[in-house]
């Protein structure tokens, strides 16, 4: 009587499965393994201090590990440096080692200008940004200031940022479409390759000194690949 009464009650026949498929599996809670492995080397992989909090996160749940993998930033790629260099606080130096001090004469820029310095070099990513920074010199002279930088490699942005030490006034681009970062400060961008030439002014100086420091920006890259860009002032 009691087997029949069971058939009746689909209630009771639906938990009582449950309760057999709950006692007989034997495998781990598979979203739980799933996302500790894959966030967890996520995590690993992160190049800020931030990336690895949120790779901590993923270890602990499977949703939270795809976020900690997503949320990684800085570099994904096989990137042997510079860095971390992702802000203009954190710029590398252009040459290799600072000082980068290059005048206004092209020619003292790096080598793909005819100058003595080496060229930024590195390697850029989905989420990587990369800021190098040399140090421009208005002299006195036939040379005229005109910072640029170029690249014949392919799948990237590049930006130029003149920035005088007190007030900068970007006239223009000669080379590049001209943009306007956060805080203010002026610059000239193309999609690589190209190059990038901008006509700034140092307003602030009473002796038309437009020395400057520079700021070059590789970012919004598709693929991971290596780069180099040369640099004049
Ligand atoms: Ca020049
Ligand atoms: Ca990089
Ligand atoms: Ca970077």
Redesign the pocket.
Same mark, same amino acid.
């Given at each position: 009587m009691s087997l029949v009464r069971a058939w009746h009650w689909p209630l009771g026949s639906m938990a009582m499965l449950a309760v057999v498929a709950c006692a007989g599996g034997s495998d781990p809670d598979p979203s739980a393994s799933g996302g500790q492995s894959s966030g967890g080397q996520a995590g690993g992989g992160g190049v800020g201090g931030s990336a690895g909090a949120a790779g901590g996160g993923g270890a602990t749940g499977g949703q939270g590990g795809s976020a900690g993998a997503a949320g990684s930033g800085g570099?994904q790629?096989a *990137?042997p440096?510079?860095?971390p260099?992702d802000s203009i606080a954190l710029a590398s130096p252009a040459c290799g080692t600072f000082p980068c001090v290059v005048t206004d004469c092209d020619n003292t820029g790096s080598t793909g200008y005819g100058g003595s310095l080496a060229p930024i070099a /590195?390697?850029? /990513?989905p989420g *990587?940004v *990369?800021f190098f920074r040399y140090d421009g010199e208005d002299k006195v002279g036939l040379c005229t200031v005109n910072a640029a930088a170029r690249t014949t490699d392919t799948g990237f942005r590049l930006c130029l940022f003149p920035s005088c030490p007190a007030a900068t006034k970007l006239n223009g681009c000669k080379k590049g479409a001209l943009v306007t970062v956060a805080g203010g400060l002026q610059g000239c961008c193309v999609q690589a390759p190209g190059e990038v030439e901008a006509d700034h002014d140092c307003t602030a100086s009473t002796t038309d000194d437009d020395s400057a420091e520079v700021f070059v920006r590789?970012d919004e890259a598709s693929e991971c690949a290596p780069y180099a860009v040369d640099y004049h002032f």
């Open positions: 570099s790629c *990137d440096g510079p860095e260099n /590195g390697v850029i /990513g *990587d *990369d590789i």
